[in-house]
């Protein structure tokens, strides 16, 4: 078995939940995915079966999207609905136009100061260690891309806001930091990631409900990466770990396909000759998109 899946994970699961439970539907133990998310955020993950699960520092993941929730008027220790409030404050009237006139300067690419309640390593320990401990520690700015921000709907204190960004981006952040910005306490009260890369929630799954019919196939999960048809007898020297000689003049990794479009392999070619990178196995088969 060996393919992705778009899974839609529910309030409350543990990202490792959504992949136990694929485990169990599949009836297999080689699943992985990217792109944690929290138990109080809901959407997109994208889960590995079998070898694909070597195959996930290759797929194209960005830019994020989010719909996230918004309370104005109270801040917390961790920027969202789990930690203890540490700051309230009136909520404007105009709260939407004063948003508005702020949004431009968190666009592109910005600095930005990650959560302490997070996973951040700063002196070979993460951020959350030294909150739990009380320590103080200087949180270092890190740069990060916001390539739009929009506000999708306001219900009094609530705003929701469609933000596309760049991998290392804090939502938690950019919400307390709009706060911030118009002069009122912020934290995050919903969360739902709705795309990764050229996938969507849209098209997800609940875990629960997943089959093996569900699964993409590696020439369309990893559709970033150039292809290439390669013949029987150079498929049979690739899975012995040899290099084969390369008919596309591509300098870069490639995905091999058997003359039946089954990958077998990633390699980097140098422009001569193809050195494999990662060999699927024989018993692992390439799901196949439906004809027509």
Request: charged content about 20%.
């Amino acid at each position: 078995m060996l393919g992705f899946l778009l899974v839609d994970k529910p309030l409350g699961w543990s990202s490792h939940d959504a992949v136990a439970k694929v485990r169990a539907r599949l009836n297999t133990k080689r699943v992985g995915h990217s792109g944690t998310l929290d138990p109080l955020a809901t959407g997109l993950l994208v889960i590995a079966v079998g070898h694909a699960t070597r195959f996930l520092n290759y797929l194209d993941l960005e830019p994020k999207g989010y719909l996230v929730e918004a309370t104005f008027g109270s801040a917390t220790t961790t920027y969202d609905l789990e930690g203890e409030v540490t700051q309230t404050g009136a909520v404007p009237e105009r709260l939407e136009a004063k948003i508005q006139s702020v949004l431009p300067r968190f666009l592109g690419d910005i600095e930005q100061l990650p959560p302490l309640h997070s996973a951040v390593k700063v002196g070979g320990q993460k951020l959350y260690q030294y909150a739990r401990r009380g320590d103080t520690v200087e949180i270092p700015v890190r740069k990060v891309t916001i390539s739009s921000v929009s506000i999708a709907k306001v219900a009094d204190e609530k705003v929701t806001f469609q933000v596309d960004c760049g991998g290392g981006t804090f939502v938690r952040s950019l919400v307390h930091d709009i706060g911030h910005a118009i002069g009122c306490p912020a934290h995050v009260s919903g969360l739902r990631r709705t795309r990764l890369g050229e996938f969507h929630a849209d098209n997800a799954k609940d875990p629960s409900l997943v089959t093996a019919d569900d699964l993409l196939p590696m020439t369309r999960a990893l559709a970033n990466i150039t292809q290439a048809k390669v013949g029987p007898e150079d498929v049979a020297g690739l899975r012995h770990g040899r290099m084969v000689a390369s008919h596309t003049d591509e300098v870069g990794d490639v995905l091999l396909l058997d003359q039946n479009g089954e990958a077998v392999a990633l390699a980097w070619c140098d422009g001569n000759l193809l050195r494999p990178k990662i060999v699927i196995p024989i018993g692992d088969r390439d799901p196949q998109p439906p004809a027509g």
